[in-house]
C-alpha cells in the first residue's frame, strides 16, 4: 500500500495537502475533510482498478480549482486577517495537486 501511494502523484499531493491544513487548524480542517473524502474516492477507483471511477474523482478535484472564491483562492489566514507561513507551502501544494489530477485525465 505504502508503495502505491509513493507512486500515486494524485494521493500524494492530496495526503500533503490534508496534513498541512490540519496543522493549521480550524477552520481549515473541513477543507481536509473534503479533501480526505477526494482522496478515498481515488484510492477506491485504484483498488478496483476501474479507469471510470478515477476518471470522476480527478474531475471532482480539478473542478476545486473553478472560478472565484474555490479551492485555488483559499489564503491561510489568521482570524484577524495575518497571513501564515505555510502559504507558499499550500500553494505549491495546490499546484501540485492540480498538475497530478489534470495527468490523470484521458
Known amino acids: 500500500m505504502a508503495a ?3 507512486q500515486d502523484r ?3 499531493a492530496l495526503a500533503a ?3 498541512l491544513l490540519e496543522s493549521v487548524g480550524q477552520p481549515f480542517a473541513s477543507y ?3 479533501l480526505r473524502n477526494l482522496d478515498r474516492q481515488v484510492e477506491e ?5 476501474s479507469p471510470e471511477l478515477l ?3 480527478v474531475r471532482s478535484i480539478l473542478r476545486l480549482y473553478g472560478g472565484m472564491g474555490s479551492f485555488a483562492d483559499l489564503i491561510l489566514q489568521t482570524p484577524q486577517g495575518v497571513a501564515l507561513p505555510e502559504q507558499d507551502e499550500f500553494y505549491a501544494l ?3 495537486l492540480f498538475e497530478a489530477a489534470r495527468d490523470e485525465l484521458s
Open 4 to 6: 502505491a501511494l509513493e
Open 10 to 12: 494524485v494521493r500524494q
Open 17 to 19: 495537502l490534508i496534513e
Open 32 to 34: 481536509a475533510e473534503g
Open 45 to 49: 477507483a485504484r483498488d478496483r482498478n
Open 55 to 57: 476518471q470522476h474523482a
Open 94 to 96: 495546490q499546484q501540485q
